[in-house]
C-alpha cells in the first residue's frame, strides 16, 4: 500500500508539475493539427484523405508528447538533484521508473485522442476497430515513453537530451511508414524501418483504421512489447551502472 | 564562526545502529573512501570532521544508497545493505549538501510529496507538514514555491524534508555550510532538539566548532581514510593541560624575537603566527609578567596578552597535519556557517 502511496504521487506531482502546464496543453493541441494540415495541404486531398492520415498522426502525437517531455523533464530532475530523493525513497527502482513514467504515458495517451477528435468531426470514423486500436495507442505510448528514458539515462544535460531525443524522432517519421508506406522507401533503408518500435505501432493503427496491414497483429504487438521490456531494463541498468555509481 | 548553543550530551544505549567496515570507493585513480571502519552508536550524534574532498560526502551517498562501494560492509539497523542498499532506506533521512527539492513545487506540497514517498497517507503528510513549517518558521512561505526561497530557507525546508517521516537515522552533510549566521544557528539548534528526541544523527562538515559543540564522537576523516574516532571530551582530553596564550606586539617583529624568546624560555613553546603576533605553549602555566618585560626589554610594545582554550582545532591541527588556515579559507569558502 506504502509503495502505491509513492506511485501514485510521483505520477501526480509530474502531471501537475510537467504535463498539464499550458504550454503542454497547447502543444498537444497544435501539433497534431499542424502535422494533419500539413499533409491535408501537401496531398491535396478530400477530407477523406484525413483516415489515411489519422494512424501516422496519432503515432507522431504519441512520440513527440512522451518522449521530449519525460527525456527533459528526467534530464533536468538529475541536474538539480531532485531525482536523488526519489532515489533515496524505499521503493524498487522499477516500480519508481514505472510511476517516474507513467505520467508521460497518460500524456501520450491523451496526446493520441485529439487527432481522432478531430477527425471525428471531419470524417466518419465508423470502420475503425477500437478493440484494437486502444491497445495499440497505450502501446504505443508505453514504448515511446520507454524511449524517452532511455535517452534520458544516456545523456546528462537538458540540451543533449532534445537532440538525442531528435536523433531517434525525426528519422521515425520518415521509416517507420507514418505517412509514406514503408514499401515506398529504398530498398537499403527498409530493413532500418524494421528495427524502429514505431513501424509496428504504426502497422497496428493503420490496420486497425484502413484495415491495411504489412504484418500479422499479434506479431506486431509481440514487437512492441518486447521493445518495451528491453527498453525499459536497458534504461534502468544504465541508471544503475551511471547515476548509482 | 561564534556559537553560543548548549553542548548537548543524551544518554544512549551501545547499539550500533550503522556498522562500516572496511569501506573502499573509488572513482578511477582516486580513492574517495579509503578502506574506512566505524560503528554509530543508536541515539548518537555523531561527526564526521574533514576539509573538502576528504570523502565525507562520498561516504553518506554509499550509506543511504546513491553510490556502490567498492569493497566493505555497511549494516544499518542490523540489516545488511551493502548489495541491498534498498532494505534500510525507510529508516533513513538525508539532508544532502545541496538542497535538492523541487521549484517548481511550493514549501508545504515539497514537504507533502516528500512524505508520500515514503507512504505516508494525505492527511498524516499534510498535519506533519503544517507543524513542520511551523517548527522551521516557514509557514508564512508554505504556498511559495520552493525556487523563491532564501538560501537559508531551502537549507531548513531541506532538513524538513529529511525527517518528514520522522526517521530514526539521519544523514545531514554540511547542513549549515554557505548560509547566514542567524540560520546556522537555528539549524544547529535544531539538530540539537532532533538529537534530544532520539534521532541518530550523522553529520559531516567542515566547521571544527560545529563538531566539538554539537558531536558526542567524531571521526577526522582526511583523504578518505578515518585518521582517528573519539568522543569529544577524549580527544580534547590530551591538550586539556597545556596552556595556550596568543601575544601581540608593535614595535618590533615577532620574527626576530622568535630565537630570543625560545632561548629565554626554554619551559614554552613558541609558534610565530604573523609579524605582531605569536603564540605561547606550555604544560604548565605561563608567567605573563617576565614574559611581558623581556618583550619590552628588546623594544617590543605588547598590545594583548590572552589566554586560549584549547579546542578541538588543536587536536585536528595534531592529528591530521591540516592547517587550520586551510579549514577556515573553506568556511569563508563557504558562506556564513
Redesign the interface.
Known sequence: ???W??F???ML?DMR?YYLKPPNISWGLIFPIAWTGMFFIRTGGSLDSILTLLPGVIAISILFGTTSLLAVTITFEKK???F?????????LELLMLAKTSGAILFGVVNAFVPIILASFLTDISQVIWSIMLPAIVLVAFVSTFLGLFIAVSVSEVFEAQTFSNFFRFPMIFLCGLFFPISALPVFLRPLSYLLPLTYGVDILQGAILGQRIFPIGLDFSILVGFCIVLFYVSLRNIHRKW?? | MEIQEPIISPAHDDYPLIEVSELTKRFGDVTAVDNISFAVLQGELFGFLGPNGAGKTTTISILTGLARPDSGAIKISGLECTKNPKAAQNLLGVVPDDSNLYPELSGFDNLCFCASLYGMPKHERQTRANELLETFGLTEAANRKFAGYSKGMKRKLTIAAGIIHKPPILFMDEPTTGIDVSSARQIRQLIAELHRAGTTIFLTTHYIEEAERLCERIAFIVKGRVVKIDTVANLLQPIQERKVMLISISNSSANDLYIKLATAFPRYEFQTISAEQFRVESVGTISIGPLVRFLENQGAEVTEARRIRPSLEEVFVQVTGIEVGLLRKEKEKGGGG
Not at chain 1, 84 to 92: D, G, H, K, Q, V
Open positions: 500500500m506504502k509503495r502511496i509513492a501514485w504521487n510521483i506531482k508539475a538539480n538533484h531532485s536523488e530523493r526519489l532515489l533515496l525513497a524505499p521503493i524498487p548509482i555509481i
